[in-house]
């Protein structure tokens, strides 16, 4: 299979492509509204708490120092390549990384409903739709393999 020729006459650098400055960039306006719910309710310890039944790992990083907390086994490498880009990312940015508490779960189909009977609940997945809270993060694996 061949794919056309690209007629356009815009070329975009990547130089231009990666100078963006914090916020400043199209992505960052969906953590905004991934975590829109939250300013309404907070997220507590309770709704972390709360949501663990739905999550396969849990990543906290206080001080500096991530802990993780294993409820069930990964498909694949989806939570090794996760805890490996926390790392990397520690080890680029010390002592810049504030203390988090975070939820994930390592399953492609998105579970948590955006109705008004339920509130949010901060997890991560790898997929989700506009009708659902689950907050989407990147499939580090894919790249891992």
């Known amino acids: 299979m061949s794919f056309p020729p690209n007629n356009s006459t815009k070329i975009a650098r990547a130089s231009k492509i990666i100078q963006c400055s914090y916020l400043s960039c199209g ?5 905004h509204h991934d975590l829109e719910p939250c300013p309404e309710t907070r997220i507590s310890y ?3 708490m709360e949501v663990k039944k739905f999550a396969s ?3 906290v990083i206080i001080g500096g120092k991530l ?5 069930y086994d990964c498909v ?8 490996w880009g926390f790392l990397q ?7 810049r990384i504030p203390n988090v508490d975070l939820m994930f779960d390592c399953m492609d189909k998105p579970i948590i409903e955006r109705k008004a009977s339920v509130k949010p609940m901060p997890i991560f997945r790898y997929c989700t739709t506009p009708n659902h809270y689950d907050i989407p993060f990147p499939d580090w694996s894919f790249w891992g393999w």
């Open 67 to 71: 802990y993780v907390e294993y409820y």
């Open 27 to 31: 992505f960052f306006k969906w953590i």
């Open 57 to 59: 790992f849990r990543v």
């Open 46 to 48: 309770d709704h972390l």
């Open 76 to 83: 694949q490498s989806r939570a090794m390549f996760t805890i």
């Open 89 to 95: 990312l520690l080890k680029r940015y010390p002592g």
